[in-house]
């Protein structure tokens, strides 16, 4: 089955720098990838998410990339706020009735 | 709005109790999920169900049942509750077929004493 895997676990960045975590996946099949945050107390909610189809998407400060042939991709959060502070997980999955498989979660520090 | 409610946010149990854990989403999503999350650990996969009646193991089965008869409405069952499942279980769902978001319960954070 897919396994995800994601890095760093813990990523402490001062306020206004970039934050990059980045995921690998194994199955080649898998053709949608999004990316959760989860704020302290919270649901996960989606953020962003790409398909194969594309290798970069953005929104806003956020972004994803996809490199399908090295089976990784990445979000890319710029100028961080405190409010980024955070703990962000990815996941793949494909087509058809599967589950989103997700990586461990990166916990996110944005320090003022 | 999306709503995908758990029926507990915090639950305490004893070991060797029978626990249920409810989920219900309005968005007649035909894929329901019971994720385990721990730190460290991430989201882990239980059990998954792509219609009424079906259901799939997922990575952690062991000691968990499911039962899935109205589509939406997806239960988790602890058999016999044990202190190692102590965990904040979360639930999801989104549409079966097209590859698409999924969306998550409030979780339920299950304490086994």
């Known amino acids: 089955g897919e396994n995800v895997e994601q890095h760093p676990s813990t990523l402490s960045v001062q306020e206004g720098d970039s934050a990059v975590i980045k995921c690998t996946y194994s199955?080649?099949?898998?053709?949608?990838f999004p990316w959760y945050k989860q704020e302290l107390g919270k649901r996960p909610q989606l953020i962003i998410d790409?398909?194969?189809?594309?290798g970069e998407k953005k929104d806003q400060r956020i972004a994803v990339t996809l490199n399908k042939t090295a089976k990784h991709f990445s979000l890319h959060i710029t100028e961080t706020q405190p409010e980024d502070s955070a703990v962000y997980f990815c996941?793949?999955?494909?087509?058809?009735?599967?589950?989103?498989?997700f990586g461990k979660g990166t916990r996110l520090s944005v320090i003022a | 709005d999306v709503k995908v409610t758990q029926s507990s946010r915090y639950l305490v149990k004893r070991t060797g109790e029978k626990v249920f854990l409810e989920c219900v989403q309005d968005?007649?999503?035909?894929?329901m999920f019971w994720y385990r999350q721990d730190p460290g650990l991430g989201l882990r996969l239980i059990y998954f169900?792509?219609?009424?009646?079906?259901?799939e193991k997922g990575d952690i089965p062991e000691g968990y049942s499911v039962s899935r008869e109205k589509k939406e409405r997806f239960s988790l069952i602890l058999e016999s509750a044990s202190t190692n499942q102590t965990s904040m279980y979360l639930c999801?769902?989104?549409?079966?077929?097209?590859?698409?978001?999924?969306?998550f319960g409030q979780g339920t954070r299950l304490t086994v004493v």
């Open positions: 790409i398909r194969s189809n594309v």
């Open positions: 999801a769902s989104r549409f079966g077929g097209a590859n698409t978001e999924a969306f």
């Open positions: 996941a793949a999955s494909k087509e058809g009735n599967t589950p989103l498989v």
């Open positions: 199955d080649s099949a898998s053709n949608y």
């Open positions: 968005m007649d999503h035909e894929n």
């Open positions: 169900s792509y219609d009424v009646k079906m259901k």
